[in-house]
């Protein structure tokens, strides 16, 4: 027989190529191997996905360094680790979308129309849920940028600082995604206080993975991180703003929607929070 993938001849005696390493498929395709082969291929301790999760908290800088550097085949790049965390976040919308009445949208906002503010807030989260991919992706510059600008001892271009954060936000949503799924499943109204404090999270497992990259002594690594928040902020106000600009050309919300300024950026810190996980 011969090997798929290269052509070369095999023996019927081996399990994977001598040539290129891929492994020799006999049996043809049914859901018992479809499914023996999904749990090998990312729940084996031996595997890449594994074992880039865990090296990213115990040493961060060994798969992202390492990458940058030219290791390639050790851990997961950070382009199929970021599929795989938006594919997880793909069932989390599903979810949401099951289960947006019984989310409490309003739960910030102390105004005297709750309902107005609630019907504001649905149909935000409406117009994120459709384009989430690409409102998720979002942050990754933002978060690039700012690294970049304080955080950057090993002096990394913007597009290598990019894939530190691409690791780091994959990270982050692959780590959230089973308390999320189960927190819409079982107790809705809770999400928007759950999705602030992954926010939260998000933020400080960002600022943990540059400053191991890095290693500044403990005053240098102070005022870098205020340097670093204060970028954020206004990365996340432009995007903000990014969005009710889009929001309104798009005739998604009108200023009929947006009459009372404190509800209507409370909501916008509900998206941003949200959008983060």
């Not at 006999?26 to 865990?54: A, H, Q, V």
């Not at 690791?167 to 089973?178: G, K, V």
């Amino acid at each position: 027989m011969e090997c798929k993938n290269c052509k070369n001849l095999l023996s019927d005696m081996v399990f994977y190529c001598e040539k290129c390493g891929a492994r020799v498929i006999r049996n043809r395709l049914s859901l018992k191997n479809l499914f023996s082969f999904i749990i090998e291929s990312y729940f084996n301790i031996d595997n890449s996905f594994l074992r880039t999760i865990i090296t990213l908290f115990t040493d961060p800088r060994d798969v992202i360094h390492g990458y940058i550097t030219g290791l390639r085949k050790k851990y997961m790049n950070p382009i199929a680790f970021m599929t795989i965390a938006i594919t997880l976040s793909g069932f989390i919308i599903l979810v949401m979308q099951q289960k947006m009445g019984y989310i409490d949208l309003n739960m910030f906002n102390t105004g005297a129309n709750p309902e107005g503010v609630q019907n504001f807030n649905q149909k935000v989260m409406t117009f994120t849920n459709e384009y989430y991919s690409l409102l998720f992706l979002l942050f990754v510059p933002v978060f690039a940028i700012a690294g970049w600008l304080t955080f950057n001892k090993n002096g990394y271009n913007l597009t290598e600082y990019t894939v530190v954060i691409t690791y780091a936000q994959a990270q982050l949503s692959l780590l959230t995604f089973p308390f999320s799924f189960a927190i819409l499943y079982f107790y809705p109204q809770g999400y928007m206080i759950w999705s602030l404090i992954s926010s939260v999270f998000m933020v400080a497992l960002i600022i943990y993975i540059i400053q191991m990259l890095n290693r500044y002594n403990w005053g240098s690594f102070i005022a870098r991180m205020i340097a670093f928040l204060g970028l954020l902020i206004i990365g996340y106000i432009g995007i903000i703003i990014f969005l009710y600009i889009v929001l309104f050309a798009t005739g998604t919300i009108t200023i009929e929607d947006f009459k009372n300024m404190n509800q209507a950026t409370s909501s916008a810190i509900n998206w941003a929070s949200y959008n983060l996980v």
